[in-house]
């Protein structure tokens, strides 16, 4: 069965977003220390960037590393920031080469100054791409976004409190430039949001699997979208049908 040739490609989402979950869980049932994961979870990434952009998605996003990771040990911390930069270094070329712009949002210069210079530099190196936007949410939660959102609203204090629209709240979180994703992919069985994306979801369609993320492959990527182009959105209204 090739799930790649069902696609259709007229009804593709604009922009998918994923939480990348389970790389510890698939490490341990390896008896492997969580960083193994990580390191397999890397493949993961490549695949889906990969098989989106050859299907013609103009946006891809991965949740990366949250607000609330700091929480783990400083081993594993230091392990994730550490191959941020690994990747991205050895990754432009094939960014590059795909036609591949490197984005990012989140809370991005309070990440340790190696992986913040990697990741500016990552971005410069692929800013003229055209095919499709990659971003990476690093040092991000969705209540930190719409935080910051309202702060610069209020020091700016452009407009009267009652003359604010979304469209104003749009532009103030990190996501500004991206339109809201059309599909979220948590892997790993989890069915929770984990402070990501909260204000862009509102009519987001959700597809969980309990694929680990390490495992989660251009197959597993062509079966969420597959399983996407079956809704029926509706965003409040009725069915076209009715
Ligand atoms: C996702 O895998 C990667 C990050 C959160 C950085 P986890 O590390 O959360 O793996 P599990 O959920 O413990 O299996
Ligand atoms: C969400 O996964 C964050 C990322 C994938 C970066 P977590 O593993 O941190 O989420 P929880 O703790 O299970 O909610
Ligand atoms: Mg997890």
Redesign the pocket.
């Known amino acids: 069965m090739d799930l790649e040739a069902q696609i259709r490609r007229d009804k593709l989402p604009r922009h998918v977003a994923v939480?990348?979950?389970g790389n510890g869980r698939w490490a341990a049932e390896r008896g492997q220390p969580r960083v193994f994961g990580h390191r397999q979870g890397v493949r993961a990434v490549r695949a889906v960037t990969e098989a989106a952009a050859e299907l013609g998605i103009p946006y891809l996003t991965l949740?990366?590393?949250?607000t609330?990771?700091w929480k783990r040990p400083r081993t594993e911390v230091n392990a994730l920031m550490g191959l941020l930069v690994e990747t991205i270094r050895t990754e432009v070329r094939e960014l590059n080469k795909n036609d591949i712009r490197l984005h990012a949002i989140g809370d991005l210069d309070k990440l340790p100054e190696r992986s913040y210079k990697a990741l500016l530099q990552g971005m410069k190196d692929t800013a003229d791409n055209k095919r499709m936007t990659l971003t990476l949410a690093l040092n991000y939660s969705g209540r930190w976004d719409i935080l910051q959102a309202v702060k610069s609203i209020c020091r700016k204090a452009e407009k009267q409190a009652e003359a604010l629209t979304e469209e104003d709240f749009d532009r103030a979180l990190c996501t500004a430039a991206l339109p809201d994703p059309e599909l979220l992919i948590r892997t790993s069985g989890?069915m929770?949001i984990?402070n990501f994306l909260l204000w862009e979801l509102a009519y987001t369609e959700l597809y969980f699997t309990k694929v680990y993320w390490p495992d989660f492959s251009k197959e597993e990527f062509y079966r969420a979208i597959l399983d996407f182009q079956r809704r029926e959105r509706r965003f409040g209204g009725l069915s076209a049908s009715t």
Request: hydrophobic residues 35%.
């Open positions: 939480i990348m979950d949740y990366a590393f949250s609330e990771n989890e929770r984990s």
